[in-house]
C-alpha cells in the first residue's frame, strides 16, 4: 500500500493563481480530510469528507473547494490564491471518521502564495 | 466544545533522561484522545490513542500517556529520551461530532548528547 500520496510537494503561487492539491488513499477509506498547518497554530481542518459524494466545511474553510466523486481521490481547490494561504497542506484519511480511528497523513504539501 | 492545551511550546531534555510533554483537555463528555509526532519535514504519525478504556495508554516507540479525569489531563511521557525522539508533538481531542480533530499548538521536544 502506497498510504497517502499528495503532489505536489512544492508550489509557488501568485495572487489570484487557481491550483488544486491532489491527495489519494488506497486503504479504502470512508473519512478524508484536509488540514493546514501554521507555525504555533498546530493544524486546523479545512475541509472533510465522510464518503463519496459527502463533504463537509472544518474550521477553515473559506477560499477552498473540495469534492469527492471517487472514495480513493480527495482534492483541495485553491479558487484565488491569496499570501494568507501560504501553509503547508495535509490530506488524512481513515476508516471511519475521528472517534477512535488513526489518521493517516500524507507527507504535506508546501505551498507559497507571493 | 473539545479543544486541548499544551502547556509547554518547547521541552529539552539531555539523552537518557524522562520525558514529560503536558496536555490538559477540555471535553463536555469523555474524549478520544490522541498524540501525534511530526518530524522535521514529514507527516503525522501516530503515537497512541485513549478511547475510554484502559487509562494508562502505551504507544509505540516506549512512549505512554495516562488519562486523569481529576485533572483533565492527558500527559505524554517517556522512562529515557534517545536522540530520534526529538521531533514536534502534538496532542490531539475529536471533536463530539466525530468528524474532526482539534489539535494542540504542538510541543517541540529537543534532546540533548
Known amino acids: 500500500n502506497a498510504g497517502v500520496t499528495q503532489t505536489p510537494k512544492f508550489q509557488v503561487l501568485k495572487t489570484g493563481q487557481s491550483m488544486t492539491l491532489q491527495c489519494a488513499q488506497d486503504?479504502?477509506?470512508?473519512?478524508m480530510s484536509w488540514y493546514r498547518q501554521d507555525p504555533g497554530m498546530g493544524l486546523r481542518l479545512i475541509h472533510y469528507?465522510?464518503?463519496?459524494?459527502?463533504?463537509d466545511q472544518g474550521e477553515v474553510p473559506n477560499g477552498y473547494n473540495v469534492s469527492r466523486s471517487t472514495t480513493e481521490d480527495f482534492p483541495l481547490r485553491l479558487l484565488s490564491a491569496a499570501p494568507s494561504q501560504t501553509s503547508v497542506y495535509f490530506c488524512?484519511?481513515?476508516?471511519?471518521?475521528?472517534?477512535?480511528?488513526?489518521?493517516?497523513f500524507g507527507p504535506g504539501t508546501r505551498l507559497t502564495v507571493t | 466544545a473539545q479543544s486541548v492545551t499544551q502547556l509547554d511550546s518547547h521541552v529539552s531534555v539531555s539523552e537518557g533522561t524522562p520525558v514529560l510533554l503536558r496536555c490538559n483537555y477540555s471535553?463536555?463528555?469523555?474524549?478520544?484522545l490522541f498524540w501525534y509526532v511530526q518530524h522535521p519535514n514529514k507527516g503525522l504519525q501516530l503515537l497512541l490513542k485513549?478511547?475510554?478504556?484502559?487509562?494508562l495508554v502505551k504507544g509505540i516507540n516506549g512512549f505512554e500517556a495516562e488519562f486523569k479525569k481529576s485533572e483533565t489531563s492527558f500527559h505524554l511521557t517517556k522512562p529515557s529520551a534517545h536522540m530520534s525522539d526529538a521531533a514536534e508533538y502534538f496532542c490531539?481531542?475529536?471533536?463530539?461530532?466525530?468528524?474532526?480533530?482539534?489539535f494542540g499548538k504542538g510541543t517541540s521536544l529537543l534532546v540533548t548528547p
Open positions: 469528507s465522510v464518503g463519496a459524494g459527502i463533504t
Open positions: 486503504m479504502n477509506h470512508e473519512y
Open positions: 471535553s463536555s463528555y469523555s474524549p478520544s
Open positions: 485513549y478511547t475510554s478504556a484502559a487509562t
Open positions: 488524512a484519511s481513515s476508516l471511519h471518521g475521528t472517534d477512535a480511528y488513526e489518521q493517516y
Open positions: 490531539v481531542v475529536s471533536v463530539g461530532s466525530g468528524y474532526a480533530l482539534n
